[in-house]
């Protein structure tokens, strides 16, 4: 019984020399630094080696799709924040939770930002009622928190106004605003 034992903790000490004593790469190791912005708000910036982020709060559908939730996107630090930076941020986030949206255009009208989506997939089809809300929810929302000069976002489908089997919105219209 003591040899069968004394075996095994033997294999075990040679398979971890083996497969887990190394020391980290410093390359790999995250550093966050906060970091004030031009309105004197710290925000933190991540960096692992060479590559630094920036944290960009947006929404995204829960799992259950029962709810709007916020989530954080990271960004490389560099980028300027845009409304095409936070759209496709909320894409990414909507594709962790198998809701695959299809944006095919962002438009800056003056202040109000409109996001044309692909009429032939969510949130124009392929979707509840619900889950459609809480998709363009999470665009409009994203969008007015993370972009100061924008005062509305205004959807459209295919470059119209915006029409699927739940909601229609003609075209120019704001379907939220600051």
């Known amino acids: 019984m003591k040899r069968k034992s004394g075996i095994i903790l033997v294999t075990v000490l040679v398979l971890c020399m083996f497969t887990g004593c190394k020391k980290p790469s410093e390359d790999k190791v995250p550093t966050i630094t906060p970091t004030p912005d031009s309105s004197g708000i710290v925000s933190p910036k991540v960096s692992v080696g060479a590559f630094k982020t920036s944290e960009l709060p947006i929404y995204t559908v829960s799992g259950d799709f029962a709810e709007l939730t916020a989530v954080t996107a990271l960004v490389p630090a560099e980028e300027e924040i845009t409304e095409t930076v936070v759209s496709e941020a909320v894409v990414a986030a909507l594709a962790d939770n198998a809701i695959y949206v299809k944006v095919n255009?962002?438009?800056?009208?003056?202040?109000?930002?409109v996001v044309d989506f692909d009429g032939s997939a969510p949130p124009a089809a392929k979707v509840s009622a619900s889950v459609e809300a809480?998709?363009?929810?999470?665009?409009?929302?994203?969008?007015?928190?993370?972009?100061?000069?924008?005062?509305?976002?205004?959807?459209s489908v295919d470059g119209e106004g915006y029409v699927s089997g739940h909601f229609e919105f003609e075209k120019g219209s704001v379907y939220m605003r600051r």
């Open 105 to 113: 255009d962002i438009i800056k009208e003056d202040t109000v930002v």
């Open 134 to 155: 809480l998709i363009l929810d999470a665009f409009g929302q994203s969008i007015l928190d993370n972009v100061t000069e924008c005062s509305g976002v205004g959807f």
